[in-house]
């Protein structure tokens, strides 16, 4: 079999989280009854005229700031014309040859690589509406609520060559929108989505091949898991003597394959022209390096600050700087408490595996980051153990408290008593003679048998390192 190299650009569709739409006043709050968020100017009502949202053009600012983008102080709307039952207009309101931004780039890591990829262009312009398919009542629906919502569009340069560089791409992107706070992020709900080009060609060979567009892929998983199949699917064509034909094509992520859709169109077949209704976009240089001034720190930024600051692994520091709501909350702990790197252990270990348990955000945990920072020290300074600072933690995770006051209340203090500890190691040999035994004769193994004897006895509330040295001392 031949040595192919994919090709693999990618078309992101990020909603930008305003109050109303593109061109109107009517509100994008998801999840409201079908076609009641909407006026004259998003269903393409005769006469009606658009008026350009100045806060969506903010923030397509700010996106191209933040992926070193060159921004035009002058871009044009235009009419990309086709036809579909959601799109009320009859064409999209989107930027051809003049958009917002050009030629940026975001670096992204790959199995210890790094490499950058090409960002081409920035546009804006308004979402359809969504088509509702009744196979029970065998009819089509449309909602258009959706109709002018504000989007960006970023897309890349055919710089990825693997399903994991792309995906490593998207997450770059979502948490840069998410740190800007100009996008939700949310993939399932559609305001953050992206189609995949896809291309290979045998390794070495400069031209491009013939390139499949990949959509209906609404998880980051989805993305890796479609391009990756269409990479096969184009080598097994080529392969087999056959050609692999331009087309758009659907994931269908239960059978894991794509299938085609439809003919992949060309530029010309929207006959773009500028909207007649709509005045060029001209920005302020100054407006615009006030813009830049105010950016935030943004994740690589972050990243690179934890891990030096903080003293993290590459790995807890990526985890957490991933969410800036997360990297907030850590920040704040470590200010409670000056041990970044116990704080840290704990923010991967029991307070990610509690989000991923309940909903994924830092939004599900009721602890304040003191609260947080507080329970951490408990253990640290041998307040509590380990086991019971994460009962305790688990206990408050939801409505939060005071743990101090919690452990007092359950009776939770750690027994660091030493006389009480060795009562309770003397009844465990008492009452284990021939594993005392069988320690003395080298089965060191059952160390942890006799911890968990004493720890069962003291209500887990023993002092483990007390426990252990008092062992030792008697069991040799």
Known sequence: MADYEAVIGLEVHAQLKTKSKLFCSCSTEFGQEPNTNVCPVCTGQPGSLPVLNARAVEYAVKMALAI???????????????????????????????????????????????????????????DAGKSIHSHAENASFVDLNRAGTPLIEIVSDPDMRSPEEAVAYLKSLHSILLYLGICDGNMEE????????????????????????????????????????????????LEDGEEVVQETRLFDADRGVTQTMRGKEEAHDYRYFPDPDLVPLVLDHDWIEGLRAGLPELPAARLARFMEQYDLPRSDAEALTGDRALADYYEAAVVAYAEPRKVGNWMMTEMLRMLNENGGTIAACGMAPAQFAALVRMVDEGAINQKVGKQVFADLFAEGGDPEAHVREKGLVQISDTSALEAAVDEVIAANPEEAEAFRGGKTKLMGFFVGQVMRRTKGQGNPKLINEILISKLS
């Open 190 to 237: 559609g305001s953050f989505r992206c189609d995949a080009n896809v291309s290979i060609r045998p390794r070495g060979q400069k031209e491009f091949g013939t390139r499949a567009e990949l959509k209906n892929m609404n998880s980051f998983r989805n993305v890796q898991r479609a391009i990756a199949y269409e990479i096969t699917r184009q080598e097994d064509l």
């Open 68 to 126: 070193g983008c060159t921004v035009n102080e002058r871009s044009v709307f235009a009419r990309k014309n086709y036809f579909y039952p959601d799109l009320p207009m009859g064409y999209q309101i989107s930027q051809f040859d003049l958009p917002v931004a050009e030629h940026g780039r975001v670096d992204i890591e790959v199995d210890g690589e790094l490499k950058t990829i090409g960002v081409t262009r920035i546009h804006m312009e308004n």
